[in-house]
């Protein structure tokens, strides 16, 4: 049997993650999951982990990985037959070691993007929730201001990319991620880009893809979710 390709793609809030992971999608076909478009999907279905993530996700602070978890890791189990990217989990050394025991990996993306850059970004982010698309106000506006592109209705900006939630959710990413970055270090299979564009990080991450992509088998391939 063909070997399926896993990776996941890590960065703080505002690196670029939902953005590269949508390119890397629609080019190699794999499945793009969000973990943070399953949580905002349980927040609106009111699901228990949904609202105990929410009471987290106002404070600017991370979900507890036992909340974490059990929202991601039976949506993996769904995806067994499939190639995919994971993006934003995990986030602390105790996700990566449950996602571990549960499949291998064979890239992990690390994205890292200067504070100020970061910032920036968020204060122009507009999502359209239904559907978890993503705009900037600068980069890559709607065609009509303040709309979705595809089905008219309006955009929100995020209570957690609001200025006072942001800086605390900056600091802490910083303080749990480092354990995780050195976990697929020590695996080898850590590759970090560094740059305040994504339109000049996404040729890199082209080429290495292209270089562990090809072997997979199409039939293997599929549509992003979105
Ligand atoms: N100015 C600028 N904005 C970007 C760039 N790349 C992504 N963005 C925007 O920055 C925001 C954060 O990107 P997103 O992909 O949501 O990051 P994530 O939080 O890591 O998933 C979004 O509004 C993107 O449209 C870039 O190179 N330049
Ligand atoms: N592994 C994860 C993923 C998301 N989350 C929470 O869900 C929020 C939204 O996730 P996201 O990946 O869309 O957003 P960013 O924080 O990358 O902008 C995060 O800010 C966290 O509060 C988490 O706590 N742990």
């Given at each position: 049997m ?5 990776a ?6 505002g690196?670029?993650?939902?953005t590269?992971s949508?390119r890397i999608a629609?080019?190699f076909?794999?499945k793009?999951?969000s973990?943070g478009?399953?949580v ?6 009111k699901?228990?982990?949904g609202v105990?993530?929410?009471t987290?996700i106002?404070?600017?602070l991370?979900v507890?990985?036992?909340v ?5 890791l039976?949506?993996l189990?769904?995806?067994?037959k499939?190639s ?6 995990p986030?602390?050394l105790a ?8 499949c291998?990996?064979?890239?992990a ?6 504070l100020?850059?970061?910032k ?6 507009w999502?359209?929730p239904?559907?978890?698309?993503v705009y ?11 709309l979705?592109d595809?089905?008219?209705?309006a955009?929100?900006q995020?209570?957690?990319d609001r ?6 959710r ?5 303080d749990?991620?480092?354990p995780v970055?050195d976990?697929?270090?020590a695996?080898?299979i850590l ?5 305040t564009?994504?339109d ?5 991450i082209?080429?290495?893809?292209s270089?562990k ?5 199409s039939?293997a391939r599929c549509?992003?979710t979105?």
């Amino acid at each position: 049997m063909s070997k399926l390709f896993r990776a996941v793609i890590m960065g703080p809030p505002g690196s670029g993650k939902g953005t590269i992971s949508e390119r890397i999608a629609h080019n190699f076909g794999l499945k793009h999951l969000s973990s943070g478009d399953f949580v905002r999907e349980n927040i609106s279905s009111k699901t228990d982990a949904g609202v105990l993530a929410k009471t987290y996700i106002n404070k600017g602070l991370l979900v507890p990985d036992h909340v974490m978890t059990r929202l991601l890791l039976p949506r993996l189990e769904e995806m067994t037959k499939y190639s995919w990217l994971l993006d934003g989990f995990p986030r602390t050394l105790a996700q990566a070691e449950a996602l571990n025991s549960s499949c291998d990996l064979d890239v992990a993306i690390n994205l890292n993007i200067p504070l100020e850059t970061l910032k920036e970004r968020l204060r122009h982010r507009w999502i359209h929730p239904p559907s978890g698309r993503v705009y900037n106000m600068c980069f890559n506006p709607p065609r009509i201001q303040g709309l979705d592109d595809i089905t008219g209705e309006a955009l929100i900006q995020q209570e957690d990319d609001r200025p006072e939630a942001l800086v605390a959710r900056l600091r802490h990413y910083k303080d749990v991620a480092k354990p995780v970055i050195d976990f697929y270090k020590a695996k080898g299979i850590l590759y970090t880009f560094s740059d305040t564009e994504t339109d000049r990080i996404w040729p890199n991450i082209n080429t290495l893809l292209s270089t562990k992509i090809p072997a997979i088998q199409s039939d293997a391939r599929c549509a992003s979710t979105r």
